[in-house]
């Protein structure tokens, strides 16, 4: 086929233990989806149905090895979120809960780096969160671990630090929304296609990185990924 441009290279991901990588398709996130999260962005942790946002393919960064992202134009607020992600293997749509984990191809580590000020000031002006969310490399993704070898974890300690001192601590069981749901409730609105990424939420505890901050996230099991802002 002849493009008219140069087509965009396709973001990908290690998988453990595989040779072949991970193709990411598109990102999902769901917001709020720790009750003290919630409360610290000063929201009620109410069990309303989730919301999602999106952020770009090229927001994915392989941070299988130490990886770095670029301190973000236009904010003086730049935060981590480290969160549990679910790679999709198999589409759908109208999945049911109780068959949803059938889609899931694994579950890595992963940080929704946001330009919180933005974000605010947007939310604040009932504006879309696009420039304080949705931007490229805002998405370092440790190794894929496939489901087939780890299963479906539903309790797991998550953490980070930066430059050694802690920041976020809490367990993936306090998921407001387990993964199950959050993608049923997902494939009523959209049709998910192999490829898919979902980011599960945050938990409390997110702040602010400068330039040559060392970020180190994990969560039990998924192993860690050492991210560094660059300027």
Known sequence: MQYAVPPPQLPTLSVAGRDERFP???IFCVGRNYAAHAREMGKDPDRDPPFF???????????????TVPYPPKTANYHHEIELVVAIGKGGRDIPVDGA???VYGYAVGLDMTRRD?????????RPWEFGKSFAL????????????IGHP???????????????????????WSVSECIAHLSEYETLEPGDLIMTGTPEGVNAVVTGDEMRGAIHGLGEIVVTVTA
């Open 138 to 149: 805002s998405a370092p993704v440790g190794t894929v671990h496939r489901a087939q070898d």
């Open 101 to 103: 984990l059938e889609h």
């Open 53 to 67: 946002f999106m952020k770009p393919a090229n927001a994915a960064v392989d941070a299988t090895q130490k990886a």
């Open 154 to 176: 539903s309790e797991a300690a998550i953490s980070l630090t930066v430059n050694g001192q802690p920041r976020q601590a809490s367990d993936i069981a306090k998921l407001i």
């Open 24 to 26: 990411v398709n598109r």
């Open 118 to 126: 933005l974000q605010l000031e947007a939310r604040d002006k009932g």
